[in-house]
């Protein structure tokens, strides 16, 4: 059973980058039926895809965050990762990684999610 | 810039039917924007309900359906129960891999 799981630090300081890695386990990130994602949930609000990634390394972004954004994939640790650099106090949310089945959101699969906050 | 609506808040009564939608600013919603929906209660993760308009996701019973109602996604729930006390979220495809999320919707039963 595919599982999920987001790793990195809670506390990240303003302008800094903030940088998470999924792990994956269950199956393999090197399959070419999947795209693996990561979404976003400040406190009390909504989510936001941040964007997806294929094995090959190709990427989608959400415009709004793209020039921010960065998303890997490590084949060899069976992990894909997420970079946001010069963050403010609005990166503040919990990060959720996802696996879906196409290029276009299909039987997400979710990790638990981890809380990263942003403050000095 | 593309924005995904969706009712703020919804209530239902016990054993009831409700209908959430999921529109465009601009523009309707047709199956090819795959609509899928998300259900999340407090402090939980989202749960996959449905995608690619109308199909369930494993484990999510019949009483959960998705349709294209008009010009919007739309999640239909028959027979309503307290566990369905959520929020409910939609999730459009756009053209060149971009995916977009509505802004919520909160369901109280009562």
């Known amino acids: 059973q595919l599982q999920l799981q987001e790793s990195g630090p809670g506390l990240v300081k303003p302008s800094e980058t903030l940088s998470l890695t999924c792990t994956v386990s269950?199956?393999?990130?090197?399959?070419?039926?999947?795209?693996w994602g990561w979404i976003r949930q400040p406190p009390g609000k909504g989510l936001e895809w941040i964007g997806t990634i294929y094995y090959s390394g190709s990427t989608n972004y959400n415009p709004s965050l793209k020039s921010r954004v960065t998303i890997s994939v490590d084949t060899s640790n069976n992990q894909f990762s997420l970079k946001l650099s010069s963050v403010t106090a609005a990166d503040t949310a919990v990060y959720y990684c996802v696996r879906s089945t196409t290029v276009v959101p299909q039987a997400l699969c979710w990790g638990q999610g981890t809380l990263v906050t942003v403050s000095s | 810039q593309t924005v995904v609506t969706q009712e703020p808040s919804f209530s239902v009564s016990p054993g009831g039917t409700v209908t959430l939608t999921c529109g465009l600013s601009?523009?309707?919603?047709?199956?090819?924007?795959?609509p899928s929906w998300y259900q999340q209660t407090p402090g939980q993760t989202p749960r996959t309900l449905i995608y690619?308009?109308?199909t369930r996701s494993s484990g999510v019973p019949d009483r959960f359906s998705g349709s294209i109602l008009g010009n919007k996604a739309a999640l239909t729930i028959t027979g309503a129960q307290a566990d369905d006390e959520s929020d409910y979220y939609c999730?459009?495809?756009?053209?060149?891999?971009?995916?977009?999320f509505g802004g919520g919707t909160k369901l109280t039963v009562l």
């Open positions: 601009s523009g309707s919603v047709s199956t090819s924007y795959y």
């Open positions: 269950g199956g393999s990130i090197s399959s070419p039926s999947y795209y």
């Open positions: 999730l459009l495809y756009l053209d060149s891999g971009i995916w977009v």
């Open positions: 690619r308009t109308n």
